[in-house]
């Protein structure tokens, strides 16, 4: 286990590297560049997705309170990856069940686009995000969903069975300029990106917590034998007050997913 022992020179460091595409990172080097300097310097698109969760694998409680899962350090790791990227991506359901910010406190580094999948326009307009004067709102929704104003850039795009696809968001997003994404919740969401082969890396945050009941952080299709199950290729660091696991899902374990769960890959309405 590597532990991650930031400073303010080296997160400085670290946050100079953004965007600077081709440099290779080695488990060799100082840990917390092993881990964020992949993020900076990915070459686009590049997909990170996170999950913040308990010892027992949950990310909320029944009722939906997850706001203190994570340990100080678990969140400002999160605030971290949302500094290297250039947009993060949310689900209706976090934005409804949450109310997030989705900007960067704990940390110093700017603040992504925020990006909200709301298929079948359930926001109202008046959450918390769309007039806090921060970082630019995109919504998602689908080509045939109700016209409703919004401080937001609304992108339409079409409705498939189950929903909005995955590679879809993506290719809408680059045009934009958005190639580094985070996909942060919930967790069908999450599980819909992976599926689809479209995660580079999966980090799984735990604290030590056990809740007992409630969602899980990943919900992915089921399998019947333990040999079908993904094994990614993974480092665990310390973060302090949590435990990281950084997994890389791409390019042999996201094509692995992708062929056996093709038809599992959109993106559900309540995401």
Not at 150 to 176: F, K, N, S, W
């Amino acid at each position: 286990m590597r532990m991650i022992e930031m400073n303010d020179g080296l997160w400085a460091r670290i946050l100079a590297l953004r965007g600077r595409s081709g440099l290779a990172y080695g488990l060799d080097c100082e840990p917390a560049v092993a881990l964020y300097g992949p993020i900076a310097t990915a070459s686009e698109p590049f997909v990170l997705a996170q999950v913040g969760q308990s010892l027992d694998g949950r990310v909320a409680t029944p009722t939906g309170d997850a706001r203190d899962i994570s340990g100080p350090d678990g969140i400002a790791h999160l605030h971290r990856c949302r500094a290297l990227v250039d947009a993060v991506i949310v689900g209706v359901g976090t934005v409804k069940c949450d109310d997030p910010r989705l900007s960067v406190r704990a940390v110093d580094g700017p603040d992504p686009v925020r990006v909200i999948i709301d298929c079948r326009a359930e926001l109202s307009g008046e959450e918390s995000l769309f007039d806090d004067s921060g970082a630019p709102v995109i919504l998602l929704q689908a080509h045939d969903a109700s016209h409703k104003r919004y401080r937001a850039d609304v992108i339409r795009i079409r409705r498939r069975a189950t929903g909005l696809d995955p590679r879809e968001i993506i290719d809408v997003l680059g045009e934009r300029g958005l190639g580094r994404i985070l996909v942060e919740g919930g967790a069908r969401t999450i599980a819909r990106f992976i599926a689809g082969g479209l995660v580079d890396r999966l980090h799984v945050a735990i604290a030590p917590l056990i809740i007992g009941s409630g969602p899980t952080g990943i919900c992915l299709p089921p399998i019947d034998q333990l040999s079908g199950a993904t094994r990614p290729k993974a480092t665990v660091y310390n973060l302090g007050s949590d435990t990281l696991f950084d997994c890389r899902l791409r390019p042999d374990e996201g094509k692995a997913l992708a062929s056996a769960q093709r038809d599992e890959i959109r993106v559900p309405d309540h995401a």
